[in-house]
């Protein structure tokens, strides 16, 4: 079951594997969060991709084939449109490498845009409080704590 879940959507139901590291530039990325307090990297890790890579909200539906990259080398090297999960892979590899999460810190959370669109988003621990982070609609206006849902974004909210 586990491997037709990964052919539908690589990285949208399960996990992938934090593949190993090989491109300077993801590393000098992951080195330079490295230095930060974890909020403040974490908010970084959103700008750094938020600049990196566009974020179209109809774009994606016209490049599925782009789905199935999962090695993060190759994702780095990517420019214009990267979909949610990719984006998703590469803020959870960031944190993870960054020691400033653990990977078990990490879930998916989903919604629909477009009440139609799947959409993945991720939902962090930090100091015991779950946070949504969405670097997909982070450069659509979403901040730390806001997610892609409908025509728009909706705050999480925390439960404890």
């Known amino acids: 079951m586990k491997s037709v879940l990964r052919k539908i959507i690589p990285n949208f139901f399960l996990k992938e594997p934090l593949y190993k590291v090989n491109n300077n530039d993801l590393h000098a990325a992951i080195k330079q969060l490295k230095k930060l307090p974890t909020a403040t990297a974490v908010e970084r890790a959103m700008d750094?991709?938020?600049?990196?890579y566009e974020c179209q909200r109809i774009v994606g539906a016209?490049?599925?084939?782009?789905?199935?990259?999962?090695?993060p080398n190759k994702l780095w090297e990517r420019k214009g449109h990267t979909h949610c999960t990719q984006l998703n892979y590469l803020l959870r590899l960031m944190l993870v490498r960054s020691g400033h999460l653990k990977d078990s810190d990490i879930k998916f959370g989903y919604s629909l845009v477009f009440y139609i669109s799947p959409h993945q988003y991720l939902l962090v621990t930090i100091n015991d409080?779950?946070?949504?982070?969405?670097p997909w609609n982070y450069d659509l206006g979403a901040s730390v704590g806001k997610y892609a849902v409908g025509f728009g974004m909706r705050e999480w909210e925390v439960y404890s």
């Open 48 to 52: 750094i991709l938020s600049e990196k």
């Open 62 to 71: 016209f490049m599925l084939w782009k789905l199935y990259e999962s090695d």
């Open 129 to 134: 409080k779950e946070v949504a982070l969405d």
